[in-house]
Nanobody, 124 residues
C-alpha cells in the first residue's frame, strides 16, 4: 500500500497550491481520506477529511473557507486545494487513510495508512 503526496512548493502569501495524494496497492473503498500537516517544532495536526464517496467533508477551523478537499476514486487520488495561503500554513503535509466509520476530526493515531509528506512553504 502506497500513498504518495505531491504538489508542494514555495508560494507567496495569498497564493494557491493544489496537493495531490495518489494511492495504490489496494482499494480504499470504505476509507475516508485525510490531510494532516506538521510545522517545524509543532505536533502534527488535522487539516481536512473526505468520506469515501466524497459527500461529506470536514476542516480544521484554521483552514475553513480557504482549503477544499476532494477525491477522484476512479483515479485513486485525493486533492487538497489551498487558496489564500498564509505563512502559518507552512508545514509538511501528509495524506492518510482511515477506514470507516468517518470522523470529522480524526486524530493521527486513528489513521490506518500514511503517505510521505510534501513540503509547503508560504513566504510573507
Amino acid at each position: 500500500v502506497q500513498l504518495q503526496a505531491s504538489g508542494g512548493g514555495l508560494v507567496q502569501a495569498g497564493g494557491s497550491l493544489r496537493l495531490s495524494c495518489a494511492h495504490s496497492g489496494r482499494t480504499f473503498s470504505g476509507y475516508a481520506m485525510n490531510w494532516f500537516r506538521q510545522a517545524p517544532g509543532k505536533e502534527r495536526e488535522f487539516v481536512a477529511a473526505v468520506t469515501w464517496l466524497g459527500g461529506r467533508t470536514s476542516y480544521a477551523d484554521s483552514v475553513k473557507g480557504r482549503f477544499a478537499i476532494s477525491r477522484d476514486n476512479a483515479k485513486n487520488t485525493v486533492y487538497l486545494q489551498m487558496n489564500n495561503l498564509k505563512p502559518e500554513d507552512t508545514a509538511v503535509y501528509y495524506c492518510a487513510a482511515k477506514r470507516d466509520p468517518y470522523s470529522s476530526s480524526p486524530t493521527e493515531g486513528a489513521m490506518d495508512y500514511w503517505g510521505k509528506g510534501t513540503q509547503v512553504t508560504v513566504s510573507s
